[in-house]
């Protein structure tokens, strides 16, 4: 298979964004990307794009071929294809692109990721990220994420202490990230106190515990490797890749406090790699509910399982920590707009790799993990990305 | 990029399918492919799925990890990816898994496509459908798939002097090959009478011209064409693969009797397969109403533009004309569980390659083409196989 680089990234804001549509999003963003790579759009072989259900959110499928229409690339009848896996369609997004350029068959893939929350209600936005749970087993009986999630951290509390201060914590530190970030949906930053006393969603989560409800729209320019230095004298390359599955109810799995999706992606994108979690310099990992990223850094073997809740109040996590997570603020503070945040995820890694990260940035920044997951972690995708 | 062969294949029965549920569905025609190409679970490096809008019919998102669940492969984790691109996420998922194959990351892929329609009452079902068509520029204004069809069509009329009666030689032919297959969802030959005095849906399209909603699922094992034989004595290489975009909404195109999309995905698939339209033996094509088989066989360069109609009336498509098209009954008397077509479309060249297609076999069968049409094409994808 062919090495393959990004050489251009876009995003949209994150946010509540009333004044923008579907549309106008995924233009936004994938036109920066592409005026970032320098490219046009001859130059483009392919788009793939993640989107975890813009059927329900905004009454449109079909939207590989929408976004290549509102990119004006109709003309060119570039092959366009939408790419589905709960919350980590934008990460399977960048996958299929990827392997569509290491087969040989491209050499230049736009991908993109986007979803469009907030034009349903509140309530319906919690239906419907609730499709991305078992309907049978979980959702018919009135279950939705945050329910889901509570149950992991209440377990987590059980077998290994884990306290509500240290999941606390987590949302303290990606809220002090977001506000270094000027595309966050939240820029700033919050008390360990606001978290504790924010309103009760589902014990022990409270709100301040929950990512938002978001608009928004992420892009990257990949390019095969050998021909990136045409473009950019920046490239950043994707040195690992790793897919994995589980049951989508959590009642299927060995151990509910560990995502073993995230385990067996982890363990194939070290092996491609040909690194291990301890070279890791920094990573975006998928914190949909506080708890989500204390498991996150026991799977992805940043830290022994059960040591994640400890591990974040003795700030090694932080953005000068040992090992800084989620300086873009996160899932929890810049958004999770879902189908955008595994295409986000990657912005950001390339943001830090290319050293332009401005106040966030990380100091000499090797190797960028991002992890994203779908559902309770049915699907996970990680990545580990390197400059040329 | 390495070769890839078909080794295995499953098909449901298509139809109003009130006893099986999409879990069902899937697993039946999964189990029946993987029974067929002799392989274990253990044997699958990644699934592909193809479903148009599971969101929508099922409340269902994230349905790769759902399929590779209720396949009982959850404990094996292996990565599982849904595909869309409205009424081609069939064909799509072929090509990715494809794809995933000829770089080299993989050896063996399940792909499967479903869709499970009936679960919704018949004018929901349509409105669903709708989410395939431009939303702001068409399903806003009222405009349902028939009713963009029957444009194309009374163009069509204008422009080439085609028939009501044309049309319906479209339909009579394909009830007769579905008559010949045990899995179509209408097994009975029709007269042109009864199409030509069919109820009126959209002028000129009466009910016989349209393909029916369907539940069904289809399902093929690939595999890297070096290690096939070690699975069957009967791989089909897939020898050509193409896809290309066009605007979503009708209008926006250069003319909307000829799919644009066709065109290009047919070119890149011939230069691939290094033969044309005039070594093809028998196709599968898109005929989701009769006009669009019309179009198809004109845009697949099969004949001149225009004279689609005048050659389906001297049968030059039947089961023994010179081209057989649409051996199977196409999506018209097979059915059109949206998802499920572009795979069950390669299960049917499968089958006329390997000379097991019984009574509707293709005599002499060397080259098959598969075409598969998003919305009014949108979306194309064309597959050209060969046994090896």
Redesign the interface.
């Known amino acids: 298979?062919r090495d393959v680089a990004v050489i251009g990234v876009g995003l949209t804001k994150f946010g509540e964004l009333w004044d923008k549509s579907f549309?106008q999003l995924i233009a936004e963003a994938g036109s920066q990307a592409i005026l970032d790579a320098k490219i046009e759009g001859k130059d483009i072989n392919?788009?793939y794009i993640g989107s975890?259900?813009s059927?329900?959110f905004?009454?449109?499928?079909?939207i590989?071929?929408?976004v290549?229409?509102v990119s004006g690339?109709?003309h060119l009848?570039?092959?366009?294809?939408?790419?589905?896996?709960?919350c980590a369609s934008g990460a399977?997004a960048v996958?299929?692109g990827y392997?569509?350029i290491?087969?040989?068959?491209n050499d230049i893939v736009v991908v993109g990721g986007i979803e469009k929350m907030n034009d349903v209600g509140g309530s319906q936005a919690t239906a419907?990220l609730a499709?991305?749970?078992?309907?049978?087993w979980e959702?018919f009986f009135g279950a939705t994420f945050p329910g889901i999630y509570a149950m992991i951290a209440t377990r987590h509390m059980h077998e290994y202490g884990t306290t509500k201060e240290q999941l606390a914590h987590v949302a303290v530190k990606n809220h002090a990230n977001g506000a270094l970030n000027p595309y966050a949906q939240y820029q700033k930053p919050i008390t360990l106190d606001t978290v504790m006393k924010s309103t009760m969603v589902a014990s022990p989560l409270g709100l301040m515990d929950c990512s938002p409800v978001s608009d928004g729209a992420a892009s990257i320019v990949l390019c095969a490797a050998d021909k990136a230095k045409n473009y950019t004298d920046k490239p950043i390359k994707i040195i690992g890749s790793g897919?994995?599955?589980?049951?989508?109810a959590l009642h299927?799995r060995r151990d509910i406090c560990t995502l073993?999706?995230t385990v067996?992606a982890a363990q194939q994108a070290y092996k491609q790699a040909q690194i291990g979690p301890k070279d890791i310099s920094f990573a975006e990992v998928h914190d949909c509910f506080t708890i989500a990223e204390i498991c996150a850094i026991e799977d992805l073997g940043f830290v022994e399982k059960g040591k994640g809740g400890s591990a974040i109040e003795q700030k090694i996590t932080t953005l000068d920590g040992t090992l800084p997570v989620n300086t873009s603020g996160g899932l929890k503070a810049k958004g999770h707009p879902v189908g955008a945040t595994g295409v986000a995820q990657i912005v950001e890694l390339t943001m830090q790799l290319r050293n332009e990260a401005g106040k966030r940035q990380v100091k000499d920044a090797r190797y960028g993990l991002a992890h994203n997951v779908?559902?309770s972690g049915?699907?996970c995708v990680v990545h580990i990305m390197e400059a040329m």
């Open positions: 298979m549309r392919a788009l975890m259900s059927g329900r905004v009454e449109q499928e079909h590989g071929a929408l290549a229409e690339f109709s009848h570039i092959p366009a294809t939408r790419v589905e896996g709960a399977l996958r299929e392997f569509s290491a087969s040989g068959l419907i499709t991305a749970a078992d309907q049978e959702a897919q994995a599955s589980d049951t989508l299927g073993d999706s067996h779908g559902g049915a699907t």
